[in-house]
Structures are given as C-alpha cells and as structure tokens.
C-alpha cells in the first residue's frame, strides 16, 4: 500500500534499492488505489475516477507536510474541501417516513467548515495518483502475493507460497525484508 511506498521512496532517498510486492492488478497502493471507469457517450459519457477506500488524507505535522509539499510541486497531489460545503457529514433526520418515498430523506447533509479543518488532500487525479507516483520511483511487481520469507545465508528469499516452491525474483538479491 502506500506506506509500503513510502518507506521505498524513502530508501532510495537514502541510497537502498528496495523492490515493493503489491498483490493490485491494475496499479499499486492498496486502499490508496483508484480505478477510472470509460462511460459510453450513449450513457452521458465521461471518464470517472473511483478511489478505492482513501479519498483523502490530513497533514498534521511538519515533517509529513515537507513530503506533501514535494508531491505537490511533483503535481501527483492537490488540496481538497478548502470550500464550504465540499465535505460534511450524513445524519440521520426525524423523518420516520420510508426511505422510498420522493418527500423525505432518511439522512441530511450538514457540511463542514473548512476553516475547522486540518489540511486536506487527495492525489492529483483521484488517491490513486499519489500511489502511482510513488511506485513509478521504485521497483514494483503488481499482482502478487508474498506469503513466506526464508532466509538463506546472507540473503532472503521470498515465496508467493507457504511451503517456500514459488520464488519471486528469483536471483535478486534482498539482503533485508
């Protein structure tokens, strides 16, 4: 996910290869992936992006927001909900009428104010282009699951299965997991 490319942004920084498994089909990032759906012109047409589970993160610290404002400038994040009304929360009303009916909703929208917010951002084109990003600075093998390290002198050896007969990367040379 995107912790997982984070830190390998963060050992090339410090000069270590690192190569980061990602059991994604499409791209890597995990819960910080998107998807973008093609809709035919008959149906309205347009490209849509759909994020996967994060649509956003905060920053509260410094440090964090140091790498923020690089993948700003890099364009691969934006800042969100800096107007009213662009984030809030659903609450239930007191309308006890079905959820059916055209004349009542079971939940309002009560929108946030931004000014009461930490700050706010998503990637550049849906989470996923934050985690794109990230994997295309480093070594990425999509689709795959690692489910065994073992190692083997000075080096470790990583399996996609538990009996250790499915080597991945076979001949590389991890010398940390």
């Keep these: 996910g995107v912790s997982g490319l984070a830190c390998a942004q963060r050992l090339k920084e410090l000069g270590i290869h ?3 498994f990602d059991t994604g089909k499409r791209d890597v990032g995990g819960r ?5 759906f093609e809709v035919r012109e008959e149906q309205g047409g347009g ?5 996967h589970a994060c649509q956003f993160f905060t920053s509260h610290s410094s440090r964090f927001q140091s790498y ?3 993948w700003i ?8 909900f800096e107007t009213t009304g662009s984030l809030g929360v659903l609450r239930p009303t007191d309308n006890k009428q079905s959820v059916n009916t055209n004349d009542s909703t079971p939940f309002r929208f009560h929108p946030l104010n931004p000014e009461h917010l930490p700050p706010t951002f998503t990637g550049a084109a849906g989470i996923g282009s934050l985690s794109s ?3 295309d600075a480093c070594t990425t093998v999509k689709d795959t699951w690692v489910a065994a390290v073992r190692r083997d002198g000075e080096r470790w050896r990583v399996f996609r299965d538990a009996k250790c007969t499915q080597e991945l990367c076979k001949g590389e ?5």
């Design 18 to 20: 690192s190569v980061v």
């Design 32 to 36: 910080g992936s998107s998807r973008v």
């Design 47 to 51: 490209r849509y992006t759909v994020d």
């Design 68 to 70: 923020v404002d690089r």
């Design 73 to 80: 400038q890099d364009g691969a994040v934006r800042r969100c």
């Design 133 to 135: 990003f990230l994997g």
């Design 173 to 177: 040379e991890f010398g940390m997991v």
